[in-house]
């Protein structure tokens, strides 16, 4: 448990300590457990059936999902009284990760456990618990979510299905067209999205066999194509009354908040499949010999391996930090509480900003490192023979799903400015603040006996530095905000990178003091270059902002004001690049 309980998107106003985050190196013996067993299902189980997925014989995938039944990574989630495990999400995340080696099987898995099976967990009645729950914890069933139509994606509530109520009142019937469904062709229950007389858009558990129903063809895509997506067709399907899931007019809640979940969830497994491709592209390097000598020996090569390790430090450190946010907060809910899980739903949607950091974050990550990982394979990352062609082809759609990373980057100060005008986050108070000390010429010097003190300093001229671009754009643009995107984007940038650069250093200072000296400096280069790249990025994305809110001498105030607020002094970055590098390389893998 942290020392403090965060509310979600405070770390932009106030400070945060090392004791305030979780980390992969806090997790118990138990979450260790787990994580390994779901290393050595990957490996074991999955891995050599890995082609024949590939080629759509989702029959291995039913399998393998009854097998994840039988090892309980169906049901980390589910209430104990259902025959759950109820863990905690570090946990989840922690299987999520690990199972995202095995491609295509992870993003069935995922669709499965998380969209699938959660609406159930977190709205069903006691009946519908009773009905289905058991036979998805235990992967009898397979379930798949089924929110978006061939017109309706982004804009989710602009659905088409519609539902009616029978005459004799015992059925709605369903029509209308769910698109891109994931696990279509294989899932046995689908939470459906439909509108009760074309107007109260309302979430209902469709059985597979519901006469009316039927699953279209198999998209052909371009990658994660072991995993199994279609259109869901509906044509007067026959659906009980007593399987509208939630209330009716309210499935927005329901829709809504599982993603939040899962995108935390994706979060986690991109980053687990970010170092399963950088772990790739070392050995090849180590393998692959140019001018007699390895690839990885060459500085070019090693500049990529060394930003790609500091990248996926971020991300992880960003993921388990998240987990820990979540977790502290529902821990605070008694079970008992009368309607528990809606205080459950409402404690992680505190939370929104930060998962769509999750995702927006941790998925750019792995689209960096795929990217960098074919180019370290040269020609033969072209080519189907080594996985390194797979992994860019399946790591695209991880930016498009569970709501694009556009819409997740915009959400951010759109979540961020509601709260503020309701009180919830002093905002304006702490902009104000943050203006005041823009006039203020600063002389404070660093105390380099505390660790990371050149980061500590950037991370809290970074958060002056948003509160001047957001404090700005918000008084200017005030709600007409929302039709300035650009805007809301670069800002985004500036929120998503201040909370990954203070995640990595966080976790570095908890972890300092257990670890060897040679370990030590491994850390302390990837914080180092990983804190470089945040101030560039940061300064770039705020400096945007900055052009697009404001023109003539408010504008050269507030390039002053980054430019004083982004600076970071980076001295030793080739070294720390180097060592970080070496220590990847000589491990074979990725190093934390
Ligand atoms: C392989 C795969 C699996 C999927 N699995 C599922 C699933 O299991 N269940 C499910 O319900 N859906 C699923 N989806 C659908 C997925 O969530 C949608 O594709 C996604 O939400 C984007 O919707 P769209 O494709 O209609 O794109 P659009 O919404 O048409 O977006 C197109 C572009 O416009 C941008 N855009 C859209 N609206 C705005 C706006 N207001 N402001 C600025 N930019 C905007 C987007 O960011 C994007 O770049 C899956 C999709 C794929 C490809």
Not at 34 to 62: A, D, S, Y
Not at 298 to 313: N, P, Q, S, V
Not at 390 to 404: L, P, V
Not at 457 to 466: E, S
Request: charged share 25%; net charge negative; glycine share 8%.
């Amino acid at each position: 448990m942290a020392a403090r309980i965060f509310k979600g998107a405070e770390y932009l106003v106030t400070e945060s300590s090392k004791d305030d985050v979780f980390t992969p190196e806090d997790f118990s013996d138990e979450q260790r457990q787990i994580g390994q067993m779901t290393e050595q299902f990957v490996l074991n189980e999955v891995m050599p059936l890995r082609e024949e997925i590939e080629h759509q014989q989702f029959q291995h995938v039913v399998k393998l999902m009854k097998k994840c039944g039988e090892l309980g990574l169906l049901m980390i989630d589910a209430p104990e009284e259902y025959g759950g495990l109820e863990l905690d999400k570090a946990t989840s995340m922690l299987a999520a990760e690990k199972i995202s080696a095995s491609g295509s099987f992870s993003v069935a898995y995922s669709a499965h456990t998380g969209i699938g099976t959660l609406p159930l967990v977190y709205y069903g009645t006691e009946p519908q618990k009773e009905k289905y729950l058991g036979k998805l914890i235990s992967g009898e069933w397979i379930a798949a979510y089924c929110l978006t139509e061939p017109d309706s994606g982004s804009d989710a509530l602009g659905a088409k299905a519609y539902a009616t109520l029978s005459e004799d009142g015992r059925y709605y019937l369903l029509n209308g067209t769910k698109q891109f469904t994931t696990n279509g062709a294989i899932a046995d229950l689908y939470t459906l999205f439909a509108k009760v007389d074309k107007e109260q858009f309302t979430a209902f558990l469709v059985e597979r066999s519901t006469e009316g129903l039927s699953v279209g063809p198999e998209e052909k895509k371009l990658g994660i194509k072991g995993s199994s997506t279609t259109q869901i067709i509906l044509d007067n399907a026959r659906v009980p009354v007593e399987n509208v899931l939630g209330e009716i007019g309210k499935g927005h809640k329901i829709a809504f908040n599982v993603l939040n979940v899962g995108r935390f969830k994706l979060g986690a497994a991109v980053t687990g499949a970010a170092k399963n491709a950088l772990e790739e592209g070392i050995r090849y390097a180590n393998m692959r010999k140019q001018f007699g000598r390895p690839i990885a020996s060459f500085g070019a090569i090693k500049e990529k391996i060394a930003d790609l390790t500091a990248e996926i430090y971020a991300a992880e450190s960003l993921i388990y930090r998240l987990a820990g946010l979540i977790d502290d907060r529902l821990a605070t809910i008694p079970k008992e509480t009368a309607n528990y899980y809606d205080a459950y739903q409402r404690g992680i949607e505190e939370y929104a900003i930060e998962c769509a950091i999750a995702k927006v974050f941790c998925s750019e990550v792995l689209a960096d490192v795929v990217d960098e990982v074919v180019q370290i394979h040269g020609g033969y990352g072209f080519v189907q023979e080594y996985p390194a062609e797979r992994f860019y082809r399946d790591e695209r759609i991880n930016r498009i799903f569970e709501g694009t990373n556009e819409i997740n980057r915009m959400l951010i100060p759109g979540i961020l400015l509601t709260r503020a005008m309701k009180g919830e986050i002093p905002l304006q108070r702490e902009a104000m603040k943050a203006f005041e000390s823009l006039m203020t010429p600063s002389f404070e010097e660093l105390d380099d006996s505390v660790p990371f003190a050149a980061e500590k300093a950037l991370i809290a001229d970074l958060k002056q530095a948003f509160l001047v671009v957001a404090g700005t754009g918000a008084q200017k643009f005030r709600e007409k905000i929302k039709e300035e995107q650009e805007v809301l984007l670069a800002i985004a940038d500036v929120a998503i990178n201040i909370f990954a650069v203070e995640s990595c250093v966080l976790r570095a200072e908890k972890m300092l003091p257990k670890l060897s000296e040679a370990k030590k400096g491994t850390v302390v280069a990837a914080v180092k270059t990983f804190s470089y790249a945040a101030a560039e990025k940061t300064a770039n994305a705020a400096r945007k902002a900055a052009y697009y809110i404001e023109e003539g001498d408010p504008l050269t105030m507030m390039l002053g004001g980054i430019r004083r607020f982004t600076k970071y002094d980076a001295t030793g970055l080739l070294q720390a690049k180097r060592a970080l590098a070496n220590a990847a390389i000589e491990a074979e893998r990725y190093v934390f």
